[in-house]
């Protein structure tokens, strides 16, 4: 593919659902390119007051990639990956990603890669960044009334972030609010 | 599951739209659950004319069901299958339905069965009539000027419904219309 | 109108959203298509614990037509019903499934009829799944926290399916959930 | 009904998509709401140019009220008036006018009258620009591409709007843009 | 412009959700032109029934237009108004207003005039229209389960209409409706 | 606000459809948060070929954050900065970064300042990313059929994106893509 044929494909994250809260009830929820900058948005409000210092840039830079495959695969949900033999959706999406992103060598494929092994400090803040997006889109929802979201509030409580802090705080701080917001129905 | 619990997972069909059409470009596309109406309308509007005598009914039924997986798995587009590996998607969609149909005592459970294997007259049928309602579906999308469809056309030309009269007719129509409406674009 | 003009007519299902729940406030609700569906789902998931037997197939069968008129003359809601001349919306529904569905001799036209007079025990149980399915409908949107259900909820304490017991069953499962969700709001 | 019943069962227009649209295949169409107010944007822009002068604000209040039974009814498309008995659509809108506008001393519900009724040189204006407003619509898809238009545009060539100079006018335009663009696909 | 292009321009009114609604968590909300015919409904429910009498077309004429200008500038939000310039709207919307509705010799032009300047009974009548639709649009989603409204409730609570005795009435409904259904939550 | 009212105030970004697709008839166009994504993917595609070498990290971090201000204002389309006056759609961003990205010491603050002013070469290649993802959404919507594109093609042909040899030839090949397809409708 070239660059504007790869460009072309990465479109199709505009429209696609993310599928969890379409099974949540959520009406006309966020796409994955809406979620893939939400992450991005996480990480670069919480990145400069890490200790010890992070590459802020790198981070949002794992974030925007790191669903990128979702273009050709579309979203898969929890249930997806439970039922799939293992490693088959981790071994489809490097393929994806190898189509989407280029070789070995581009910054773009470089990473994905990063974040896909989820071994540098970068790598494991971007992660912890895409789990936590998915509690504050809860709460976002859970303010708004929409869907039954009980599982991603529980999910929310069980997340360990206790190696980045502001991550940390952010997670008690969704997890209150969650809770709070949920009970009252 | 229960009953219950299994008919709320199903209602996930409604709002999941299918990826394909999201990928050729085409707004708020058909769901998962009208594409499966779609298909048992085109298996009903067809099978009483083929000859020797299909079980319409059971044609019907077959089509009903044959996505139903997709309620938990969502709707795993064409290069999903390309880039997962080999059964992978196949046994993905078997546990699917166990949780969701079943187990093999139940009618559900036999006609997703059936339809999977593909070796009854029946079976064979509905297949062809799911290939063939994506071909209608691209025409309606064509006529309303809707979407990138050259490659849902060159399928519908490649398909092979000789087996059934009355389809294979039907697939002659659809190519034509298909390919006169998208050269005038 | 030929099989094919009679399916491109009937893709309409697909777009056509439930009146009702438009005007009970639930945002982007299940199509005509997804309702039709949905019935056909709940009456193959019941149909094969009745006693004495059904022919489940054609259950199937005739869940997926009643609604076939419908893309032709939209989805009217009860308010319709109540305010339009005795029988003037049954006669549209006659003409429109003469269009649709063709003459007598069809399949599809006689599974059609056999509904909407309602005299078979197979159709006494399909018409019965068409209310069950909009309780169980209301439920899942009971649970994602949408639209104003009371009157739906009431509808299911009202229905009578003592004919069929896994019918019943559901209907009072349904019953109970509804009012347990709606209280809490 | 308390004039707040009223108000709240009528915002239902705003989410009721036009019928006629959906089955042309034109994706999320305008809402009934929507038109409504197109029709009188259509009157207050060509009214004040009609000789003898017309009651402009009194067009434009006959155009915002004409289609509010379908709060109640929906939206019946053509073919639903074609395939319902004869005069039954014009008794449902009158009871459902009624139930929404109130009893024959108030404002509203006069207006909704006098537009039933089209006697009036200002019914008829504002009958003609309801016609009108469906063309330029239709303009506006097929501008953008959207929708099969062929049986709308055919409706402006046919229609009379001699009596009104302005609109007769803007018929021709909206006659020949049509036509222009859809031979172009 | 000519009229065919003004009114081209418009149908942009159609497909612009409102702002304020999408901040708050709405999914598909009422757009700018359901919310004109809204609020023009508003007046002709109650119009008719304040003393001294009001120029009930008017009035409605005046709600019509009284958005136009945000089919060129789209719908700037609360926070806009807030941050933007003082009078940098105002400005823009006059301006658009010209381009919009023609100049001051037409009608369409002297009543988006008229509002704008709020001077007449008319205009004051038809601006607390505008805030009180805003409230009864919140108290339909609050009743459909949608969106954080509680600085729409506050909103409503802190309106003065009092010059308007049926619009107060209104008023105080709206303010003890939606007080009770966002207490419930 | 804390840094979760932050990041709860930009998931609005989800739901905001950008105005100008809405106004050329382009039905449910990308979300501001999807074309900020995708701004974002078009400058980690090509900045690693950008000679002499670019931070590509950091223009993926300036692409992130570069229209975060519509979470709060709305997207104002092109129309609006025409006829507000001189600078203050700037000035309301500028008012809107600081409530949302924090005060100059955050990382957050200083990429969007440093779009906003366009000094450096990262921030002009950013600008001029932003630019271009525009002409390739454009031909996404071209090779769908969707909306009157005229103005967006010639808007891409007078681009001058010299400075970055990778950015003019994507821009050349745009340019040419999007005359063909409009060139054949």
Known sequence: MTTLD??????????????????AGVPAPESVAAHSLGVALVAIATADRVAPPLDVDRCVALCIVHDAPEALLGDMPRAASRL???GAKRAAEKGAAVELLGSAERVAAQR??????????????????????LGLRALGYARAGLGELTDFSRGVDELDCGEFEPLEQLRAELSAALRERLDRR
Chains 1, 2, 3, 4, 5, 6 share one sequence.
């Open 6 to 23: 790869r460009l072309l494909t990465l479109l199709a994250l505009d429209s696609l659902p993310r599928t969890g809260w379409l099974q």
């Open 84 to 86: 799939l033999p293992e």
């Open 112 to 133: 994905w890669a990063e974040y896909a092994q989820g071994v540098t400090r970068e790598a494991r803040f971007a992660r912890a960044c895409d789990k936590l997006h």
